[in-house]
């Protein structure tokens, strides 16, 4: 029986996690895990077909989109805006400054996102024959403002490859 993305329920159209997926380019275990706490942070009802979950559509596209916003939001409060736009920060104070939980974030984006994060304002040659990088405050900040779209690093696809027409 083949999988599809996308059923009717009571004359509204369902999504399941991969069409999720697709369109907000949250993965799906981020999106199981925010539903296991849904009674804690009002993520929608599922509806299930077999072992498949499926949402309504508008209710869980407006409801990640509203999560994203907020999360980028708290991500730009931790940011130390004070500091001079030219000082450099190693990878550890690029991870603090950005709001990110660990440095591996900034280190997948350097290794599998080609592109995606800033280049390096300042390199130096370690002895250890480790190259240690560094950005200005000002290269961070520009990179925060235009980052903040949830699955771009971690797909390394295009918003305008995710968002494919989708009937309603």
Known sequence: MPTTNRIDVD???HINRAEIADR???SAKTQRNLYVER???GHPEAHLQGREAFFDEHRVIEWYTAWAEHKQANRRLAQDDAGDADELLDVPAATRFLGYASQSTIRGYLARNDGYFP???D???LPSGRVRRRWKRSTLRAF???AARPGDAVTGRSRRSRHRAHPS
């Open 24 to 26: 907000t380019g949250i």
């Open 39 to 41: 009674a804690t942070n």
């Open 144 to 146: 925060a403002a235009r």
């Open 119 to 121: 280049e390096a304002d």
């Open 123 to 125: 390199c130096e040659d």
């Open 11 to 13: 004359g509204r159209p």
